[in-house]
């Protein structure tokens, strides 16, 4: 992704996120088709098993997240210039912030915004993961409950159950990218894997999910967490790579 308008094809999200549990979304870096967020085939890409994607039943990649004509539901509907198509998490989080890090410098938001908030309407587990387009979402659906051999682990660390909704145990997410504040990080201008520069994977100037995550598959590191950068040797990259691209440590 070299800047954010390249979500609009599709997103955290969503991912953006570290995604815990026993099923990890391993990307394969050659597109959203057959990526962990293609919901059209009835099969888990990570695990090969059979995958409850029944609830997509126009069977198009996109229309989860996006759509060309604005449905205006008021649980979808989201403002932001991505054509946004799917539901909107409405919890409260407690944030990975100062008052928990001391070392924190950057400003950050008092909630998750921008594209970190659409990565949480299915990753935080309140939202069902069918509430999209034109349909309110089912009771049951959220993606903490859904098919529970292919979906139960893609959930943000530490919720554990869609109602533990603390962000102290991810990285901090809507915080500004500000390498004169806190000169232990590497400078904008710093290549991210072949997504560009850490610049091009700033959302308004903030780190999201997206900046760690290629929610397309299109730049990620294959077989990683749809990772812009290898983080370990056995992926092709350094040790801790994906960290020491921003941090300097």
């Known amino acids: 992704m070299k800047n954010m308008n390249k979500f609009v094809p599709l997103l955290l999200g969503m991912a953006g996120l570290l995604i815990a549990g026993s099923v990890w979304a391993n990307g394969k870096g050659l597109g959203i088709a057959g990526s962990p967020h293609d919901f059209t085939d009835g099969v888990s890409p990570e695990t090969g098993l059979a995958s409850d994607e029944t609830w997509n039943a126009r069977k198009e990649i996109c229309r989860v997240c996006h759509v060309p004509h604005d449905h205006q539901q008021a649980t979808q509907r989201y403002l932001n210039g991505l054509l946004w198509n799917h539901g909107v998490s409405a919890a409260n989080y407690t944030m990975y912030n100062a008052s928990w890090s001391s070392t924190l410098n ?22 069902a993961i069918d509430t999209f387009d034109k349909y309110a979402g089912t009771a049951g659906k959220e ?16 919720f554990t159950d869609g109602a533990n909704l603390d962000l102290r145990g991810t990285h ?11 000169t232990k990080l590497q400078p904008t201008s710093t290549t991210m894997g072949t997504s560009g520069t850490i610049a091009s994977v700033l959302d308004g100037g903030k780190v999201q999910c997206s900046s760690c995550h290629d929610v397309h598959d299109q730049e990620s590191v294959p077989a990683s967490h749809l990772l812009r950068v290898a ?19």
Do not use: E
């Not at 350094?238 to 960290?243: E, P, Q, R, T």
């Open 106 to 127: 950057g400003a950050q938001s008092a909630q998750p915004d921008g594209t970190a908030k659409l990565c949480l309407g299915c990753h935080d587990g309140t939202v």
């Open 143 to 158: 993606i903490q409950s859904i098919n529970a051999g292919a979906f139960a682990g893609f959930r943000v660390p530490s």
């Open 172 to 182: 901090p997410l809507s915080i500004t990218y500000d390498a004169t504040a806190d």
């Open 231 to 249: 983080q370990t040797v056995a992926q092709g990259g350094a040790a801790s790579g994906l960290c020491l691209t921003c941090h300097i440590k």
